[in-house]
């Protein structure tokens, strides 16, 4: 069973502080996504990394995929309130035949 | 672009119930849908796995009895909750993804929110 480590997996912050959230596995992926959830809401994807060395950015949002292709990370530039949700990583294995997702970050953004 | 629409959101039911949950892909085809648990807090948790027209493939642990699902065309998958009792109480959530290759991108429902009295 592939194990996928999310961390941390709280995290208080004020706003206009960054942040980052690692996603890290013994196993490569053949591609990883990374999801925001809000409460009583489905997650919705925010981005897919497929290459080892992969950084994309999404506004204040910059995700990063390992040279390896075993971890990554989402950095948050200047958190907003409206960041504040459960961000979920999930990697595929392709010898899987279903994602794995990550325990999943709680962030919470204060005013 | 790729909507998955979950209905009911809300279900408030008696112990004893069966409760279906709908899912359903309204702008693709669906050739993989997964359903999910959630708790206050915590991660999804993978129900089982299904596929158009073939039998779900459910993760260990979890009652194919109790969880009847069914997956009869590429826009919808059906989750049935059969004589629910209140351990039964979550959050279910259900995804689609338009391939069935490993590590494609899911995308979900709003969730459905089942309280067992």
Redesign the interface.
């Known amino acids: 069973t592939q194990l996928l480590e999310?961390s941390p997996q709280f995290l208080s912050i004020q706003e206009g502080e960054n942040l980052t959230v690692y996603c890290n596995s013994s196993s490569v992926?053949?591609?990883?996504?990374w999801?925001r959830q809000e409460p009583?809401?489905?997650?919705?994807?925010l981005v897919?990394v497929v290459t080892g060395g992969e950084v994309k950015k999404l506004k204040r949002l910059t995700f990063q995929f390992g040279d390896a292709r075993k971890d990554s990370s989402l950095h948050i530039t200047a958190a907003q309130p409206g960041d504040t949700g459960?961000y979920?990583c999930?990697?595929?294995?392709?010898n899987?035949?279903?994602?794995t997702?990550?325990?999943?970050t709680?962030l919470t953004v204060k005013p | 672009g790729a909507v998955?629409s979950?209905h009911p959101s809300w279900v408030i039911c008696k112990s004893g119930t069966s409760v279906k949950i709908e899912c359903r892909s309204l702008d693709f085809q669906a050739t993989t849908m997964?359903w999910y648990r959630q708790f206050p807090?915590?991660?999804?948790m993978?129900m089982a796995?299904s596929n158009e027209g073939s039998k779900a493939?459910y993760e260990q642990g979890v009652e194919k009895d109790k969880f009847l699902i069914n997956h009869a065309s590429l826009t919808l998958s059906t989750l049935t909750v059969t004589s629910a009792h209140p351990e039964d109480s979550s959050?279910y959530?259900c995804?689609a993804s338009e391939t069935?290759?490993?590590?494609?991108?899911?995308?979900?429902?709003?969730?459905t929110?089942l309280s067992i009295l």
């Open positions: 999310q992926f053949s591609s990883l996504q999801y009583g809401e489905g997650p919705v994807l897919t459960l979920l999930a990697g595929g294995y392709t899987a035949g279903k994602s997702f990550g325990d999943g709680t | 998955v979950q997964f807090k915590q991660s999804l993978l796995t493939t959050f959530i995804s069935n290759r490993a590590g494609q991108p899911q995308h979900f429902g709003d969730g929110r």
